[in-house]
């Protein structure tokens, strides 16, 4: 039996799923306990544990357009449908495109990933105007895979750049941050710092590998994220200016996990990102969470990973970032 098409969703190079009994269709947003189920699965697997929940899966469904841009192979035959893969493209500033494709550890090595990568790669083309630049779709894989190195290459890919994971373990609570003279430090407001964190940001991330500009309505609706915690967000003023951030928020296995940390750059090399950092420690700390987690370049060119490591935090995963070109195609 060929995989069945189920709505507007399909997949080109759906020969190789002959015999499976499955079925492929657009996610819903109401998707999400079977897919934090399958990235459950996914993550135990690969990883060893699991740093998400459902709502957070719930979010991100949000975040894509699924009428267009989603695929969810599931099993149509079977109790309760289970998911067997998924795969989403996501377009940032029409600059680029993220993909997404998972799929069930038991349903691996059957075509299912390569046939959705290549429905991933089509869309992709499809949107492309005449003539246009080749644009690239950007994925990720775990950085100690080999047999996921050798299938992304095997589609086309080239190895990019690679991401850390680091983590620390806190066993006492952390150092005291030092701030320099006149810069303090405060949580933030939503619906008054909003403008102003969203702008620091930006000027923090804007020499960094790969950035791509994104808009303020982005930024908005980050605040509406069932993760979104104004406690947990934190600004670095000189004055009225703020000068670094931290964008941070807790994993689903009672970890902290730092983001948005930056500082803009007529402030770097005085210490302020450290103090941002320590102080974040500290607010985990009083909240039971002694450990904290964060993801960087690992070849950041803001020296980020040697002031990770200076706080005592460690690798503790890698990911591994690919890229293709895509080019218009008026045959396809």
């Known amino acids: 039996m060929r995989l069945r098409h189920v709505g507007s969703a399909r997949l080109s190079g759906a020969e190789p799923l002959d015999e ?7 996610a819903v947003v109401d998707d999400a306990p079977g897919l934090f189920q399958l990235i459950s699965d996914i993550d135990r697997h690969d990883f060893g544990d699991v740093d998400m929940t459902v709502e957070e899966v719930r979010d991100d469904l949000a975040g894509f357009d699924l009428d267009n841009d989603s695929w969810l192979v599931f099993q149509p035959e079977a109790d309760g449908e ?14 680029e495109f993220r993909g997404q494709v998972s799929v069930h550890p038991d349903w691996r090595g059957r075509g299912i990933g390569s046939a959705l990568a290549k429905e991933l790669e089509r869309a992709v083309r499809d949107r492309l105007p005449d003539p246009a630049e080749p ?3 950007l994925g990720f894989v775990k950085g100690d895979s080999a047999p996921e190195r050798q299938w992304v290459e095997s589609l086309g890919y080239s190895w990019s750049r690679r991401f850390w994971r680091m983590r620390i373990d806190l066993e006492s609570p952390p150092p005291l941050p030092e701030w ?4 303090t430090v405060r949580d933030f407001v939503p619906g008054q710092d909003d403008r102003a964190m969203y702008d620091a940001q930006e000027a923090a991330f804007a020499d960094h590998w790969g950035h791509i500009p994104r808009p303020y309505d982005d930024f908005v609706k980050r605040l509406e994220r069932s993760d979104f915690d104004p406690s947990l967000w934190h600004i670095a003023m000189d004055g009225d200016l703020v000068v670094a951030t931290a964008s941070n928020s807790t994993l689903a296995d009672n970890v902290g996990w730092v983001s948005g940390l930056g500082t803009i750059p007529d402030y770097r090399r005085r210490g302020i990102a450290r103090a941002i950092l320590l102080h974040s420690f500290g607010v985990f700390w009083r909240r039971g969470m002694p450990s904290v987690a964060l993801g960087v370049d690992a070849d950041s060119l803001t020296g980020a990973t040697g002031l990770y490591e200076s706080v005592g935090m460690r690798v503790v995963q890698q990911y591994d ?4 070109l895509i080019a218009y195609s008026s045959t396809e």
Request: no cysteine; net charge positive; hydrophobic share 45%.
């Open 180 to 183: 320099p003279e006149g810069i």
């Open 321 to 324: 970032q690919f890229r293709k």
């Open 82 to 95: 289970p998911l067997v893969a998924f795969a989403a493209i996501e377009p940032r500033a029409d600059e």
């Open 135 to 137: 644009t690239p779709i």
């Open 20 to 26: 499976l009994h499955l079925s492929v269709r657009r």
